[in-house]
């Protein structure tokens, strides 16, 4: 499955930004999807994640109560709606596919990767 991220920008702290993945190919169909970021000297780290069709979520800590995972079934795609953006969140924002449909936190349990989306919070 190919994915592509879309979305990321420049904005300021208490701004939001909608972050979307596209995904296309054969097997891009009943998994799981997530969202991952990577900061400048830092390990990537999970986000949020998404089951098929989208009845499960689940979210970091550092997620919950401003980011919210959807995905447009129709559409092969999946968002990441954040809200109250802070510098701490300043990052490449990546999504993923699971190897199966149930929620995974683990970069290790996704095998497909987009190519990311940078996202830089201003103070």
């Known amino acids: 499955v190919q994915l592509q991220a879309s979305g990321g920008g420049l904005v300021q702290a208490g701004d939001s930004l909608r972050l979307s993945c596209l995904a296309s190919g054969r097997a891009s169909g009943r998994r799981a999807m997530g969202w991952f970021r990577q900061a400048p000297g830092k390990e990537r780290e999970f986000v949020a994640a998404?089951?098929?069709?989208?009845?499960?979520?689940h979210y970091a800590d550092s997620a919950k109560g401003r980011f919210t995972i959807s995905r447009d079934i129709a559409e092969n795609t999946v968002f990441l709606q954040m809200n109250s953006l802070t510098p701490e969140d300043t990052a490449v924002y990546f999504c993923?596919?699971?190897?199966?449909?149930?929620?995974?936190?683990?970069?290790?349990?996704?095998?497909?990767w987009g190519q990311g989306t940078l996202v830089t919070v201003s103070s």
């Open positions: 998404i089951t098929w069709p989208g009845n499960i979520k």
């Open positions: 993923a596919a699971a190897g199966a449909n149930s929620i995974r936190v683990s970069p290790q349990d996704y095998f497909d």
